[in-house]
């Protein structure tokens, strides 16, 4: 290659990679950039207090999180937002054979965000395999609770007994969940 | 044989070889995003070449962890790729190439819709021609079997949107995020008018530290994606359309890909590798240079169980148009 055609090929290179968001994967950083909380605030942040939602489960019943929180015996509540593809089903697979057996105290909610209504949601659900498991699937049908965590595919949020966000972020390997839940309060 | 009747073969398999590379590389449907670069090998005797294609992926429901296909009534999700690749003959036998997609997300869920657009992960690879095939019309000794042999290193350069990115919506990722650093091999034995290439490659993610998810800064981490194996065979007929030299070349084909389960923080994380078997079709138009040619090809995931662990179902719809300078 004569050297105007390396330059060009850099320059299309140098182009893209000023554009957009990419510079985060090109450059990746390592360091800590988790803004500080005022504490005692509600919002989706680690340490704030949880935002409260209502939704109906996969079986018509109506679950509030701050009632399901606040139950005597529940230790945590995690919350898991799904869409049912291939890593949200690895993830689920994951945390029932990982976790769940360790943490009888704490509940597990799947919260389906992309489904129409319950009944949607139940079909999903009982097409995944995960009917009768450790999960009770929520209908987000609203996307209340997308919204008010500030979730994505795959989010893992766990909250404490007093209603305090310990963690929220991606599920990965599970290890941070289960380092999380074993530090409950 | 004359020299350039030995091109013409040549210039055929690899045709058939660098549209079979698309499946391979090109990487899940839109529901978990990404895309994929495609190697671009350079026929012997050309100089450069520019290659366009475009891919219309369509999600056709699930393998899960386990390897049983769900299906997913509801759910439509497409993404959309064009591809501009260049590739640059460096010496008698050395080429570079490099190929650019450009990614659309249409995400049709029963109570979501969404859609976005941006640069997907950017392939540099560079390839180096081992060996020719010296016999493409008779074989009069065993060697005479002995395909053609080019190998090289392909990098993936992460110039997509991950999650790692300033996006908030999993469904609006146009890339994985990592480098890759892949070793390729392409095997190729001609005898007219049959052809049979065999691509292999291995490849392995670069660990890169991860400080946000979507938009959200977490706690920092090491991350790295599994090693990735992928090959594919594929068979072809090329057919002489009339008295002229034009050609049209048929070609079936079966793909593997495997990814491993990749680590966090040193830590394997069991929920990350995937695998996906896949057969495909495709048909090339050549013109009577062999400067201009022009496919079609099919890559079709079997929606069945076993063909696929923890990955989407996907067809694979390409079109492609490429010219040579000699």
Known sequence: MDSANVRRLLLVMCILAGCGNMTNDLYPSGSNKVPPVQPGTIGPAVGQFAPDFTLSDTLGNSVTLSTAVTTTGVQGTVLYFTMWCPICDSHMSHMLSATVPGFPGVRFFAVDYVSGSAADARNAEISAGYAGTAFTVLADTQQTALNLYQATMGTTVLIDRNGVIQMNEDYKDGARLRTALTELP | ?326
């Open chain 2, 1 to 326: 044989m004359n020299e350039h009747s030995l091109s013409f073969w040549l210039c055929a398999a690899l045709l058939v070889g660098a549209a079979l590379f698309t499946p391979l590389t090109a990487f899940a449907g839109s529901c978990c995003g990404g895309g994929g670069g495609v190697n671009l090998v350079l026929p012997k005797f050309y100089e450069s070449m520019i290659d366009l294609s475009v891919d219309i992926e369509q999600y056709n429901g699930l393998w899960n962890n386990d390897g049983k296909y769900i299906d997913q009534p509801g759910y439509h999700l497409w993404q959309y790729r064009m591809n501009v690749g260049y590739a640059q003959r460096l010496t008698s036998r050395w080429q570079a190439s490099v190929t650019v997609p450009y990614v659309w997300n249409y995400n049709g869920y029963p109570n979501k819709t969404s859609r976005s657009d941006g640069i997907g992960d950017m392939t540099l690879s560079f390839w180096y021609e081992a060996r020719e095939d010296r016999s493409a019309w008779k074989i009069r000794s065993p060697g005479d079997l002995i395909p053609a042999v080019t190998i090289g290193p392909s990098l993936i350069i992460p110039t997509g949107i991950s999650p790692y990115d300033g996006v908030s919506d999993s469904t609006d990722v146009t890339g994985r995020g990592f480098y890759r650093l892949d070793g390729n091999i392409l095997l190729d034995k001609t005898i007219h008018p049959w052809s049979a290439t065999l691509a292999m490659s291995y490849g392995t993610y670069l660990e890169r530290p991860v400080n946000q998810e979507y938009s959200k800064f977490v706690e920092p981490y090491h991350k790295k994606l599994g090693d990735r194996t992928s090959a594919s065979l594929s068979l072809s007929y090329i057919y002489y359309l009339g008295s002229g030299g034009d050609t049209l070349t048929g070609t079936a084909s079966c793909s593997y890909l495997n990814e491993e389960n990749g680590t966090i923080d040193g830590r394997q994380d069991a929920t990350s590798g995937f695998r996906k078997e896949t057969v495909g079709g495709a048909i090339a138009y050549s013109s009577t240079d062999h400067d201009w040619s022009f496919r079609v090809s099919w890559s079709h995931a079997v929606r069945h169980d076993g063909w696929g662990d923890n990955f989407p179902t996907t067809d694979i719809y390409t079109l492609g148009v490429r010219y040579g300078f000699r």
